[in-house]
């Protein structure tokens, strides 16, 4: 049986995607779109709401626009993992 990804997850998968490995300069859509599995269309909409609420930062190039996580999203990412485990604890899968 296949299980689809809820909302969250799919917000946790681009946050993590998103983390720039030291550097300051983002990541592209395509390693985005890669990584979190989703089509254009849809990360576009996910990138607009992430940067509305202050999770991901946009970092403007000559090339287009880059991404990273920012600190908030970092403590969304943390809180995740905490519940992520708490409801494993209990049997529960998110």
């Known amino acids: 049986m296949s299980l689809y990804r809820t909302q969250v997850k799919i917000v946790a998968?681009?946050?993590?995607?998103?983390?720039?490995?030291?550097?300051?300069?983002?990541?592209?859509?395509?390693?985005?779109l890669r990584r979190a599995n989703l089509s254009y269309a849809r990360m576009v909409r996910i990138l607009n709401d992430l940067v509305g609420s202050g999770l991901?930062?946009?970092?403007?190039?000559?090339?287009?626009?880059r991404y990273r996580t920012s600190d908030r999203g970092l403590q969304f990412l943390t809180a995740y993992g905490r519940f992520q485990d708490f409801a494993k604890s209990f049997g529960l899968r998110l």
């Not at 998968?13 to 985005?32: P, R």
């Open 13 to 32: 998968d681009v946050l993590s995607a998103a983390m720039d490995n030291g550097t300051n300069e983002g990541v592209g859509i395509t390693h985005l």
């Open 56 to 65: 991901l930062e946009t970092v403007e190039q000559e090339r287009g626009n």
